[in-house]
């Protein structure tokens, strides 16, 4: 059973930095391409980063420069660290893994195999 557990959320100020980590059991995270999603009130949720089946790193454009993607295979964790946070960052975010993701696939909420429950970042003064 793959399960997913992200933590790491919390309030921060605008310029402020947070890392959202997301603790995989049941499978190696190494196998899998892994993604992190953000849904903010009202809107759909959208990708934010991931790294495909391949290796490749991808982010929303509104984040580039910003949020750093990465996973520890030793902790099977995946993270993804923010800094120069903005308000408009508020959202819930959720982490996922999809096998056999190519491309910016993983951007995508379709074909995700497992996401996690969400952690909510409030960027506020």
């Known amino acids: 059973q793959l399960q997913l557990v992200e933590s790491g959320g919390g309030l921060v100020q605008p310029g402020g930095s947070l890392r959202l980590s997301c603790a995989a059991s049941g499978f190696t995270l190494d196998y899998y391409a892994i993604s992190w999603f953000r849904q903010a009130p009202g809107k759909d949720r959208e990708g934010v980063s991931c790294?495909?089946?391949?290796?490749?790193?991808y982010y929303v454009d509104s984040v580039k420069g910003r949020f750093t993607i990465s996973r520890d295979s030793a902790k099977n964790t995946m993270y993804l660290q923010m800094s120069s946070l903005k308000p408009e960052d508020t959202a819930v975010y959720y982490c996922?893994?999809?096998?056999?993701?190519?491309?910016?696939?993983?951007?995508?909420?379709?074909?995700?195999?497992?996401w996690g429950k969400g952690t909510l970042v409030t960027v506020s003064s």
């Open positions: 996922a893994v999809g096998a056999r993701m190519y491309g910016s696939s993983c951007l995508y909420r379709h074909g995700m195999d497992s």
């Open positions: 790294i495909n089946t391949g290796g490749s790193i």
